[in-house]
Structures are given as C-alpha cells and as structure tokens.
C-alpha cells in the first residue's frame, strides 16, 4: 500500500467517529477490515474481488515477412519477399464481468492472433476460452468461458471519477501470480499517446507492468472502473504512468459485441480540434477546454441536431470533455443508434442538443472531402482478403489525382502514416492529424505497399 493511501486511510480511521456521526467504521468504508478495526486494510475488498481477475495465457503463429537477397533472386528468381509463419506464446490478464455468461474482458492486444486461449482462475482452474469479439481500435477482446462456479465484478459508472480517487490495480505482471498494487487517479480523458485509434484513458500512478494488460482497476468498494492497458516508461517497465479504459467505454463496446458480434461504431459527423487559449480567444469564448466544431458533415446526426460549425461542445451526458479526442472516442464507443445530449457553447450561449448518433460501419464518402489528392477514388468501409477491417476503394477514375498517387480500384487503406485505420471516419480524422508527407499503408490482394501523398 503506497504511503499517501495508508495515511489518508489511517486518517479517516482515526476520525470516523466524528466524520460518520457514529456509524462504524467498516460499516461506511467496506476497505477496513471486518475483524481488525484497529488495523485498515484493503484484505477485506479483495478478498471479494481478486476471483474475478484471471490470467490469460495464449499461443499463435505470427506471419513474418522476410527479405529475400538480391543475389539469391538473380540466379533463382521469385519474389522479393519470403513469409513464414513463426508461433509465439503470451500471457496477459482479465476480467468476468458476468458469472452466469462465462464473460471474460481483455485487451485485443492479448489475445491478438492467438490460436489457442487459456484462461486460469485465482483456484488453479484452467478452461479454455473462445473470443467473442474484439475491437482492436480501442482495444478491448470479448471472451467466454464455461459458466462454472465463477464470480464477476461489479461495474463502476467510470464517468463519477475524479482526479485523486484511490484505485487498485490487480492483474498478473511478468507472468507472476495475482499482483496487487494502489495509488490514485492521476488524470482523466488521456489520449495523444498513439496506442490505439479511440482512446479516453484512465491514468493511475498504482504500479501496472508487462503482463497487467486486461487486468482490473477498482475502486475502494471493489468495483470495476477499468480495464488496465498500457505503461508508460523508457524501457517498458512502471514509473507511476499507467493507462486504462473506462468502465463505461469498454461497457458500451462489449454491450456491442455480445449483440451484433462486432463493434458498430457511432458518427456524429463533424471535424474540430481541441480548445486552448488561443482559440478561446480568438472565438471570444468563456471556456478553454472542450471540443471545437470546425466543419459538420451535410445530412449527419450533428447536422440533423443542429450543430454548427463555430460551436464549442463542452459535455456529453452530462459529462465534461478535455477535447476532441475524448469527444471522438466517446462518441465511437457508445456505437451507432445511440441518443446522447451534447452541451454546446455558441456565440456565448449554452445550449443542449439531443443526438441520435449515425452508423460510422455504413458510410460511403468520395474522397475528396478527406484530401483533394484523393479526388476521382470513392470509399466505403470494409475489409481486406484477410478480414481485416479497412477504407476499400470502390471506385476511381482514370487519370484523377487518387490515380495518379497510385490508388486503384479494390485497394483497402489500412494505415495512415503507420496509424491503423478501420474506417472511413478514421481515415478522415488521420489524415487531419497529418502533418507534411502522408503515407498510406494499403492492402493490394496479397501484397502490401505504401502510397506517399506530398
């Protein structure tokens, strides 16, 4: 237990009596223990929760490409490349959300590729588990596993966090055991960190390593608030800089997968930037953080509600927003046909507006409102000849700029500037991003080259 939790908590137990107004002390703060008043401690919450987290063993093959030398090729021929396959073992962590379902959350980074999932429980059981879903944009995997005696963890509502909350971190780094660590909410709505394309990140300085990703941050009464997934540090090792999803986020993308057996993003239909001084100033508004509305798709569901372009969007249900990165991922997880209320700042007045959020997986766009190096290609979302997700040309004209940078009808774009992409939306918010020289990594039936836009 770091030293600034075992403080605060000996505080409030020295205090309880005039704090609770004579309510006992683990009666108002399920982390002391039961049978020990005079010693706080969190045994009693984990002993309630540590069942749920699990560890997550996988083995796959890996597909490698490989450099064949030019003089090898000059006496026998063949291709320039050779690709082999290579198997890989891993391990990981996760979480049951539900005991009655066998539900089991991790992160699509664990389970990437994996042939063969083993899920091992905190009472030695092993069982195999089957991946429902995944969504590798925000990173969270689906699993299942025989409902057997199982016990889940509760969720939190992730969007009630705030800045110094304490949070425990459970998961299995370096392969070990279970592994407790604490600490507090450090910040809230991280994104900008290029670990996957939506992202909203709960940051926590309680210790998360190699082998915690999938694992369970939790709050005091032992409930969910995230799903831990990244570090932060030079040699991938913990220095108080840990990330993970919310709760919330990584709620509405299971709720997704479980019912469609894919995540269909949502689209509000709008590009804009994040708000800083500079532009609260130049926008003579009363805000310096939020969501600034640059332009708004004709016929979305921003258009549809009435967004303009100008306005500042500062909530989400209610909820405040650091940016626009935080609105994006937000807006991607609650997945298409939700209704959501937006708090927009115009010309100095407040308003509310309710959304019903468009489908991001049904949209076809002609690729000049994304680049005009584009023009003469038409895009729609959808997949290579290995299933993966991507923004397919499925139109270009002759002699256009998309013809001549390279672009053919069929290509699949799955990467801008070695940032994947999935969808249309994506592509777009990428490209935005881009600065100088853009290159897009496309899928040509088996092959795959890049196509450099200047």
Known sequence: MNTLLRQAIVIVGLSSASLLAGMSAHAALPFFSSDKDEIPSLAPMLEETTPAVVSISVEGTQVARQRVPDMFRYFFGGPSEQLQERPFRGLGSGVIIDAEKGYVVTNSHVVANADEITVTLTDGREMSAKKLGEDEQSDVALLRIEPDDLTAVKLANSDELRVGDFVVAIGNPFGLSQTVTSGIVSALGRSGLNIGGYEDFIQTDAAINRGNSGGALVNLRGELVGINTAIFGPNGGNVGIGFAIPSN????????????????????????????????????????????????????????????????????????????????AKVASLGAGAEITVEVLRQGERLELDVTLGDATDMTVTAEEIHPALEGAELSNGEDNRGNRGVEVTAIEQRSPAARIGLQENDVIVGVNRTRVETVTDLRANIDDAAGVIALNVRRGNATLYLVIR
Do not use: Y
């Open 249 to 328: 986020m990584m709620k509405a993308l299971v709720d997704q997968i479980v019912e469609f057996g894919e995540v269909r993003r949502g689209l509000l239909g709008i590009l804009g930037s994040d708000v800083d001084a500079g532009l609260a100033e130049a926008m003579n508004a009363e805000v310096n953080i939020g969501a600034f509305v640059s332009e708004v798709t004709p016929d979305s569901a921003a258009d549809k509600a009435g967004l303009q372009a100008g306005d500042i969007i500062t909530a989400v249900n209610g909820n405040k927003l650091s940016g626009f990165q935080e609105l994006r």
